[in-house]
């Protein structure tokens, strides 16, 4: 069973569906044997599903060469070794189906013998895979990925039992469930950390608020250092994001000792915590086997505010959320929150029945630009969404469909984002094949913009309710983000007022219906 913080410390986001064009057109590769997401329309045209747009093909820039129409059979042999295959189908793979046919102007037979010759070299898989992931690095996207067929099996697919982010520079716990708070802050200790009394239902439970120092014995500063220097894809907090997400993976029941620095002590301590394994019903497709799917929903105590969390977007998840929905429109919810952070994506096609929950007169949340077409995410009008005021959170690790989900809905003006920060900034359509030697690629197919042209790849969708989040507030047992929405949404509850899609792609306050 694959971990979504693995899938997303390697950068899977999971991959974007597309329906078919029309008749006549170049279909996308959806292949569900080999694909992370399957293609054909995912629900009819009643719900809204993506629709396709006329052929759109761009010609190269000037200086740069359309490599599409390149021979192989016309360039030099590679080195032979025991990874050259592996590496040519890569190299091929990119070239044939990347949305850009210039792949960003580069010029790829050059890198071709370069990294074949890196390649033909190298004296482990380790080495090989490193060489093919440099050149891959080289287009400078996200949604690149190499994965090698025993890769994380050392680590493992389960995680620690507490909720870890990069706050205030260091590793902070968010959020510890076997913690019993939320604590008392009686003081302040040098420094301005927090002086905190804490309540353990479990004696060996992280206390919220704490500073991860190492992980069974790998320094959590060194792996944020490495991190902040490596060239990468995405915000650089998405970048950190991955590196803690790495450390944080180990092998469900195992013990792991972790290094903390407690809020109420200025000096460390050692816990000795169970790794713990991903819970959620389980999700097939494709590649992707066995992920953990969840969806909560409750109201927030004392409010007329629901709120709906789901941590990946998968297509068999679509009537949980509706359910959820609905259940709370019964008890009586007048605005609602969704809760993205930490969802790294999934199939882009159910961004569509997900929107139209809350678009009473439908709109667009952009489109995918493919090689050879462009297709719209068109959301078709439903007269019984739920239209009261929607906030949408995001996070570092809000990634690929939730960032078009949030980006999409944020241009109508339809939703408000909160949070800390960008999300990840990895918003790219992308496929995943069999490679030979066992291996597997995942590789871009197209490019995300938004309704009035904005872009969530490289820069994330930045939130219109910036919230400063300390490591003070989580040693409170509070959540600053949630609680900035909540703040945001009972102030428009009372000026009855609610975000409604204005169809320019900016967005206006509207009375509330």
């Known amino acids: 069973m694959p971990s979504l913080r693995r899938l997303a410390s390697l950068g899977l986001a999971l991959a974007v569906a597309c329906t078919k064009p029309p008749a006549g057109k170049e279909a996308a590769p959806t292949d569900a044997a080999t694909a992370a997401a399957t293609g054909g329309p995912a629900h009819d045209a009643s719900e809204g599903s993506p629709a396709a747009a ?77 060489a093919i992931r440099e050149m891959l690095g080289k287009l400078g996207q996200s949604h690149f990925a190499l994965i090698a067929d025993d890769e994380g099996r050392a680590r493992g697919d389960g995680h620690l039992p507490f909720s870890l982010r990069w706050i205030e520079g260091a590793a902070v716990v968010t959020r510890s469930p076997d913690f019993d708070g939320p604590a008392t802050v009686t003081g302040t200790l040098p420094g301005g950390r927090p002086h905190v009394a804490p309540r353990r239902e479990d004696p060996g439970a992280v206390p919220p608020g704490s500073e991860v120092i190492a992980i069974d014995g790998q320094d959590v500063a060194s792996a944020v250092k490495a991190a902040e220097a490596r060239d990468g894809v995405g915000t650089e907090a998405f970048r950190i994001r991955r590196a803690l997400d790495e450390l944080a993976s180990c092998v469900p029941g195992t013990p792991v000792e972790v290094v903390v620095r407690p809020p109420l002590e200025e000096t460390t301590r050692t816990y000795r915590v169970r790794c713990v394994a991903e819970a959620g019903e389980t999700v097939s497709l494709g590649h992707l086997r066995n992920v953990p799917t969840r969806v909560e929903h409750r109201m927030v105590p004392g409010t007329k505010i629901g709120v709906v969390a789901f941590n990946v977007w998968m297509l068999p998840m679509v009537p949980r959320i509706e359910a959820a929905v609905a259940e709370l429109r019964r008890r009586g919810a007048r605005a609602m929150i969704l809760d993205l952070r930490g969802n790294p994506g999934g ?113 994330g969708v930045r939130p219109d309710v910036p919230v400063t989040e300390r490591a003070s507030a989580f040693a409170r047992g509070e959540d600053p983000v949630l609680d900035a929405a909540v703040r945001v949404l009972q102030e428009r509850l009372a000026e009855g ?17």
């Not at 080195?79 to 044939?96: G, I, K, L, Q």
């Not at 094949?433 to 820069?459: K, N």
């Open 347 to 459: 199939v882009g096609a159910m961004s569509v029945p997900v929107a139209r929950l809350f678009l009473r007169d439908g709109g667009s949340l952009g489109k995918l630009r493919f090689r050879t077409f462009e297709q719209a995410f068109n959301v078709m009008p439903n007269p019984d969404a739920f239209d009261g005021p929607l906030a949408i959170l995001v996070d570092e690790g809000t990634g690929s469909t939730s960032e078009i989900f949030a980006m999409g809905m944020q241009a109508l003006g339809r939703a408000i984002v909160v949070g800390g920060g960008p999300s990840a900034g990895a918003a790219l359509p992308s496929l995943i094949e069999s490679l030979p030697g066992g291996a597997r690629l995942q590789f871009v197919v197209g490019a995300y913009e938004a309704p009035g042209g904005g872009e969530a790849e490289g820069q």
């Open 54 to 130: 006329t052929d759109e093909k761009a010609a190269p820039a000037d200086g740069c060469t359309d490599w599409s129409t390149l021979d192989p059979a016309s360039l030099p042999p590679l080195p032979a070794s025991p990874y050259t295959d592996t590496f040519e189908a890569v190299w091929n793979v990119v070239r044939e189906k990347h949305f850009d046919p210039t792949l960003g102007c580069l010029d790829w037979p050059a890198l071709r013998l370069e990294y074949g010759r890196k390649v033909a070299a190298a004296k482990n898989p380790a080495e090989a895979y490193g």
């Open 497 to 513: 007022t609610t975000a409604s899609p204005t169809g320019d792609g900016r967005g206006t306050m509207a009375p509330a219906n």
